[in-house]
């Protein structure tokens, strides 16, 4: 099992620009979230998602957008790219609420 | 809002010292996860604590969880320099909820 996937694992934007941040699971897992971790600081949730065609809103989701069609991708989608949104982007993955999560190897993302 | 603060926020040990982080949380939670990452990394799961006064050890890291469950500490002896890194908490606030609200990290350097 390759766990949580994620690409690319560095980027440099331009402000108002946009990209899509992949992720990907192969363990079959329904719950997918995404976390930005920004330099020094915890993990704040931006969404999550309990199964395909089913995500919500986390801690910060503004700027953001999700989408779940299939069990395995839960791209993360950036509009107009903002100073603010430098940080590092982490996916995770988990079978049920009460279990481990699985963290991919994370997205630097530079928006300049 | 609901917070989850850890102390301390930096932490210096010689190697053979023993080392506390400690996690407090705003509002009850229905469990707690310990999570550990290396300089660079991405966050790998250590444990789950749910019932209330509960203790746990893995080798020399013992974790607690609070009766009142708010709060949870993470006590490891004798450090060595494979102990480095930051240790965060994450909290599932009552009531039911997907949402996992990580801790402001603890981070430890282990001086040899």
């Known amino acids: 099992n390759a766990g949580v996937t994620q690409t690319p694992k560095f980027r440099i934007l331009k402000i108002g620009q946009s990209m899509t941040l992949q992720c990907t699971q192969d363990m079959n897992h329904n719950y997918m979230y995404w976390y930005r971790q920004d330099p020094g600081m915890g993990l704040k949730l931006i969404y999550y998602?309990?199964?395909?065609?089913?995500?919500d809103k986390g801690e910060v989701p503004n700027g953001y957008n999700v989408s779940r069609s299939t069990t395995e991708d839960f791209p993360l989608r950036l509009e107009l790219a903002a100073p603010s949104q430098t940080s590092v982007y982490f996916c995770?993955?988990?079978?049920?609420?009460?279990?481990?999560?699985?963290f991919g190897p994370g997205t630097r993302l530079t928006v300049l | 809002g609901q917070q989850v603060m850890q102390i301390p926020q930096y932490q210096h040990v010689q190697e053979g010292e023993d080392f506390t982080t400690y996690c407090n949380s705003s509002t009850t939670l229905s469990n707690i996860q310990w999570y550990k990452q290396r300089p660079g990394g991405h966050p790998v799961f250590l444990i789950q604590?749910?019932?209330?006064?509960e203790v746990k050890k893995q080798k020399r890291l013992t974790f607690q969880f609070g009766e009142a469950k708010k709060n949870s500490s993470l006590h490891i002896t004798a450090t060595q320099t494979t102990d480095v890194g930051t240790y965060f908490c994450a909290g599932l606030p009552y009531p039911g909820t997907y949402k996992y609200i990580f801790g402001t990290g603890t981070r430890l350097k282990v001086l040899a």
């Open positions: 995770a993955s988990s079978p049920r609420t009460y279990n481990e999560q699985f």
């Open positions: 604590l749910v019932k209330s006064g």
């Open positions: 998602s309990v199964g395909a065609g089913i995500t």
